[in-house]
């Protein structure tokens, strides 16, 4: 079966969905993302301890779908797509953010959330602290603090699942629940 972009998008919400985006991830798009869960935190009344988290790890979320999602060819044009699902949960919340990969970058990136989520609290303090003071970044300018930021202040592990699309990418999904 061949991956349908749409499909995926209509499999993942639900009458639980509170906000979803699916489309090119520009600086506008990120301001206007994070301004619209905002406003649906205030309208729901989230406490500001609870909101200040989800917040936290959206920015990191949506700056990894900004700073390194894959160009995707779509009817005959290639552009930079980015999903985003934010669903409400009895426990919380879940946040699904969803981008094209290169085959080469996948497996480094699921390795990393497999090593950071086999980690136990005293371990990712001391790995965040290392990351922080190495000085070193990707080609894109990351430092690999955003998964263990997630991780820390969701306490959760990260879930993560991809399947192969055309030619060398793949669809990768994040999910955190909060």
Not at 166 to 178: H, Q
């Amino acid at each position: 079966m061949s991956f349908n972009l749409n499909q995926w998008f209509a499999d993942n919400l639900s009458e639980d969905t509170l906000f979803y985006y699916k489309g090119s991830v520009g600086s506008e798009q990120v301001t206007e993302i994070l301004d619209r869960i905002e406003a649906i935190m205030d309208e729901k009344k989230v406490p500001l301890k609870e909101r200040k988290k989800i917040l936290n790890i959206l920015i990191e979320l949506v700056q990894n779908l900004y700073h390194h999602g894959e160009k995707f060819e779509i009817d005959d044009g290639f552009k930079s797509y980015g999903c985003i699902v934010f669903n409400s949960e009895d426990s919380g919340v879940r946040i699904i953010s969803a981008n094209f990969i290169k085959i080469e970058k996948l497996k480094v990136f699921t390795d990393y959330i497999d090593h950071t989520n086999s980690l136990g609290a005293e371990e990712l303090k001391v790995l965040y602290r290392k990351v922080l003071s190495n000085n070193q970044f990707s080609e894109k300018g990351g430092g690999g603090l955003g998964i263990i930021n997630m991780i820390r202040k969701s306490g959760n592990k990260l879930k993560y699942c991809s399947q192969r699309t055309k030619g060398e990418n793949f669809f990768l999904v994040l999910t955190v629940k909060i």
